[in-house]
Each structure stands twice: as C-alpha cells, then as structure tokens.
C-alpha cells in the first residue's frame, strides 16, 4: 500500500503522524511511505532521518494525498484540504467528526474511508485516543496556572500556595484518563483538588492513588454548580466516545464564577463540554476567550504543544493498526479486528459509526454490511 504522511497545517499543529522508526516499520512490512517534505521538522524529525528510514519525500501536500491510497496523519483534514478527497482514499487520524458536519459530509460525498483514531476501541479502552488524553490531561493544568496569573487576566494565584496562604482550588470533571493526568499534575502542584465522576468506583481507584491529597464528589448537576462557582481552575474532561461532549458546565454556572477564574475545556473537539465553549474552539495562537471576567482556555489541539513528546507517544500507539490496514487492506483489517471496526465512521458514502450518525443527523449504515 501506498502510504501518505502531509504535514499538519492545522494551527500551530506541529506533530506528525509517523517518527522515522515507524516509517521504517512500514517500509519493512513492503508498503511505500511517502512523506511531504517538512513535515516532521516542528517535531525534531529531519527530511533526511525520513528518507534514511525508507521513506521518499515529495514536494507538495498535493502530491501526497494524490498518489497516497492510506493518508496517516494526526488532525481532522480542515477544508482546505477537502479539494483532495475521492472514493476509497483512506484517511487515518483523528476525525471527531460529531463536532463537525461539514467535515462529515465532504468525506460521504467523496466516499472517503474514514478510520478514527478516538473510537478504536478495546472493551472500555480507546487505545489511540489514551496518550493524546495523557498529554492534555497534563497539559491542561500546566496551561490553567499559566492563565490564573494577572498578566494572563487571571486572579493572580499560585496553584501551590505559600505557607501561610491557601492553594488554588482545582476542580476536574471527569476520572477518565485526561482527569486522572489533570489530578497528578494538579496534587502535584499543590493544588486544593476535586474530582467528580458518576463511576464510584473510578473515584475509588482515584482515592487508592492520590489518598487524602484529593477529594471526590459523585457527578450530578448540584454538585458540579457548587464545585465549578468555587473553583479557581476547573478542568472539563467528559467524553463519551464518539459523540459530541455533554454539556456539563451551563454558562450561569460560568456567570457566577468569581473574576479571574479559568476555565480548561479539554473535551473541545468532541464539541465542547460548557456551554460557553460549544462551537468556540480556540488555538495557541489565540488561545483564550473571555465569559465576562472568566477566562474560557479551549484549544482544539493541546498537545501540539509539546509535539516531540505528543509525536512519539501516538506514533506508538496508531503504528499497530496502520500496520494491520496496511497489510490486509482495510475491510479485512476490520473484519478481523472488533477495536479497529469501531474506528471506521464513514465508508462507501455512509456513515458507519452510530454516534456520529446520531449526533448530526444523518443516515447511518451497520459496517458489516460493507464488508
């Protein structure tokens, strides 16, 4: 198979699909990997590190996703990139397309195969979505203590606190894997922290990890406006696979909020999980608003800040099932493998990935009917 890795061009995206090894891996396996030229440069990849690998590199994105049969690449294609799309091209990256329907329909009209990253799924484990969530998880808290201070128009508060002077407060919504890596970085900072979940028992597993350095609230909407309207930070992380984030935080809830709070809304690419944050994506370029004195952080792309760690952690993981389309084609790829089904979301002109259907409204047909 032929195999394309284009350079992002989302903002500030800096990451790329493939490290040099995993070219080679492919390479090895008898696939041709085209690379555009530059592409791995903001990670620490040179051209040159590519081509000793195996790979050949073009000129242009446009000869790329022409000659390419698999395009692997890390963000959702943006409309620019919509002029390259036709039948039976396959793309293989993150998609999160119940946020986006004109991505969605540009992908059924062309009868693009489109592979998700965020909902290959293992029992409740999505392995290609675990190490982006690590890294904004992270990140998120990083990001927040940056904007709680004055300069950044927040309260001028320091996360740890001094002795004799109280720490921030930081509320995480969700205990999945971005709020789990919020909370480390968060107690690891010193910070006042609490959790809310509706899994007790993922707040228990939480507890056995951090011990009393946190606390834990069951999720309801009570609960979460008294946590969010005390907060210094709140960290917003639900997702429910493949469908738009539900909207957890109501923008009174943000309206009440005192002066120089800072708001993370980690969930930005499945829609948003505030109500002042759905349909406002923000970048690193620009990467807050403000809700009256409230500053609103969503960047669609956290972990394109820190491309070199972010490239290497999802080069690990995706490598595998880009391996698996690439050597038996895609329908027998997921026909043999139940996670990797789960990340088909558009095929042949439908799409394949109920949630999605759901979300945008549109016709939704059973993948194996298509295989």
Known sequence: MIIGVPKEIKDQESRVSCTPAAVNQLVHAGHTVIVEKGAGIESGFTDEEFKEAGGELLDTAKEVWDK????????????????????????????????????????????????????VQDGRRLPLLKPMSEVAGRMAVQEGAKFLTKPQGGKGKLLQGVPGVAPAYVVVLGAGTVGTAATRIAVGMGARVTV??????????????????????????????????????????????????????????????????????????????????????????????????????????????????????????????????????????????????????????????????????MEYKDIDELI
Not at 80 to 87: G, I, Q
Not at 208 to 226: A, M, Q, R, V
Not at 261 to 276: C, L, W
Request: aromatic fraction near 6%.
């Open 196 to 361: 809310l979940d509706v899994n007790v028992d993922r707040l228990g597993e939480l507890v056995d990890i951090f011990g009393d350095e946190i606390e834990t609230l069951y999720s309801n909407p009570l609960n979460i406006k008294k946590c969010v309207e005390e907060a210094d930070m709140v960290v917003s992380t639900v997702l429910i696979p493949g469908h738009k984030a539900p909207k957890l935080v109501t923008k009174e809830m943000v309206e009440n909020m005192l002066p120089g709070s800072v708001i993370v809304d980690v969930a930005i690419d499945q829609g948003g999980s505030t109500e002042v944050t759905e349909g406002h994506p923000t970048t690193h370029t620009d990467p807050i608003f403000m809700v009256g004195d409230v500053v609103v952080y969503a960047v669609a792309n956290i972990p394109g800040a820190v491309a070199m760690t972010s490239t290497h952690a999802l080069s690990n993981s995706t490598t595998k099932y880009g391996l698996m389309i690439a050597n038996k084609g895609w329908k027998k790829a997921v026909a043999e493998c139940p996670e990797l089904k789960l990340g088909v979301n558009t095929a042949e002109g439908y799409v394949t990935y109920k949630p999605v259907a759901d979300d945008l409204g």
């Open 68 to 119: 390419a049969e698999m395009i692997y690449k890390v963000k959702e294609p943006i409309p620019s990139e919509y002029k390259y799309f036709r039948e039976g091209l396959i793309i293989y990256t993150y998609l999160h397309l119940a946020a986006d329907k004109p991505l969605t329909e540009a992908m059924i009209e062309n009868k693009v195969i489109g592979i998700a990253f965020e909902t």
